[in-house]
Nanobody, 117 residues
Framework: QVQLVESGGGLVQPGGSLRLSCAAS????????MAWYRQAPGKERELVAV???????NYAEAVKGRFAISRDNSKNTVFLQMNSLKPEDTAVYYC???????????WGKGTLVTVSS
């Protein structure tokens, strides 16, 4: 079994920064890719950023230039550095991982980010 646990969410003012972390644990041979999704009130869950095992990244248009995804393979951890935060970034942020040769997908329970003055 694989577990994903997010941390780092909280309340921040517009223009501020937060860094989210997601640690994977359990029986893992390889994490093929890790991603961050978010779901704002009244909206569908959307992909924010993804990073492959080799370090290639892709971002949603709304966060390009402001957010950066990275990973520490030795610790099975993925990060999301969020800068220049806007009120519209307010959402529950979910960690996602594609694991092993089966490509099985796991989700964290989410961490709330609130951007407000």
């Amino acid at each position: 079994q694989v577990q994903l646990v997010e941390s780092g969410g909280g309340l921040v003012q517009p223009g501020g920064s937060l860094r989210l972390s997601c640690a994977a644990s359990g029986s893992i041979f390889r994490i093929n890719a890790m991603a961050w999704y978010r779901q704002a009130p009244g909206k569908e869950r959307e992909l924010v950023a993804v990073i492959t095992s080799g370090g290639s990244t892709n971002y949603a248009e709304a966060v390009k230039g402001r957010f950066a995804i990275s990973r520490d393979n030795s610790k099975n951890t993925v990060f999301l550095q969020m800068n220049s935060l806007k009120p519209e970034d307010t959402a529950v942020y979910y960690c996602n991982a594609n694991v092993d040769y089966s490509g099985m997908i796991y989700w964290g329970k989410g961490t709330l980010v609130t951007v407000s003055s």
